[in-house]
């Protein structure tokens, strides 16, 4: 099947109309419609169900677009995989990043990495975990720096560090000085956290939870940077890994007894896909980055 003929069945099952597909590919309704009615000819089975107001794959066409999608990933592949040969370190990297690695990741990483290899074109997305998930299927992004906790099984994850998650306080707060805080003394305490589509708010509510306690959620954000120009500078707390807190300026990480548990920093990958050298090199300027950190 040729290549432009893949765009075009994605096309129609991707926006479930003729006329919206024919748009965004730019060519005309009529056109397309044809060229459809002959990749069904030649396949010999009906790809979309036409009856409804929505053009909907059939059987056969959900499992065909399946492979369409795979197949078009890997022609992509195989382009970035000529470019690295062609130009060496040069070529594209996609990379997406929790909303929360904005606070202390994704500036030292990116900084060392141009530093290294100015010639490769960087893209940086930020992404909730489940949406960077969805990313990595699609293709969208090559690298993505979440948490070890994936829901789809076409994602490869190599662990990096684990950080414990803790009570994040600013100097005005009246548990700055202290180094570690029972959870019971958090009853009606005032939190600012991230909202309920962040991987790290279910635990810390189910935490929360499970030990009776009921803080007061005085601030919800979808900004892991307003959480920490927030808790910077007035008396409230956030729960977070406390490399957030060992990173920045004005901030300091108490231990919580019983500890809620640690979060893994991790490298996803979609399974066997294509490892450019830009990827590479990234994910080893990282080790070497935490490592340090550590140490």
């Not at 919580?256 to 990234?282: I, M, N």
Request: aromatic share 6%.
């Amino acid at each position: 099947m040729l290549v432009r003929q893949a765009h075009y069945i994605l096309a129609v099952a991707d926006h479930g109309n003729f006329t919206r597909a024919a748009s965004a590919l730019h060519i005309s309704q009529p056109a397309l419609s044809q060229r459809i009615i002959d990749l069904e000819a030649q396949l010999g089975v009906q790809l979309f169900d036409r009856s409804g107001r929505t053009v909907r794959p059939t059987d056969e066409g959900r499992t065909y677009i399946e492979h369409v999608r795979r197949a078009l990933r890997e022609l992509n592949a195989g382009e970035r995989a000529m470019q690295d040969v062609a130009r060496a370190f040069g070529g594209t990297l996609r990379v997406a990043f929790l909303p929360l690695f904005t606070t202390h990741l994704v500036g030292p990483l990116m900084q060392a990495f141009y530093i290294q290899h100015p010639g490769v074109a960087v893209t940086i997305d930020i992404l909730a975990q489940a949406a960077l998930e969805a990313a990595l299927i699609d293709d969208s992004i090559d690298i993505g720096l979440a948490f070890s906790d994936v829901e789809s099984e076409e994602i490869e994850v190599e662990q990096i560090e684990d950080d414990e998650l803790c009570l994040v306080v600013g100097k005005r707060h009246s548990l700055y000085g202290r180094d570690k805080v029972r959870v019971s003394e958090l009853k009606g305490a005032d939190l600012a956290l991230l909202t309920k589509a962040f991987i790290t708010r279910g635990p810390i509510d189910r935490y929360f939870r499970n030990h009776k306690v009921r803080p007061r959620i005085a601030i919800e954000s979808n900004s892991a940077d307003s959480i920490i120009a927030i808790v910077r500078g007035a008396p409230v707390a956030t729960v977070m890994p406390s490399a957030t807190a060992r990173q920045l300026t004005g901030l300091k990480a108490v231990s919580l007894l019983p500890s809620p548990g640690t979060w893994t920093l991790s490298v996803l990958q979609r399974k066997d896909a294509y490892r450019s050298a830009a990827a590479k090199a990234l994910v080893d300027i990282l080790k070497q980055q935490r490592s340090t950190d550590s140490g």
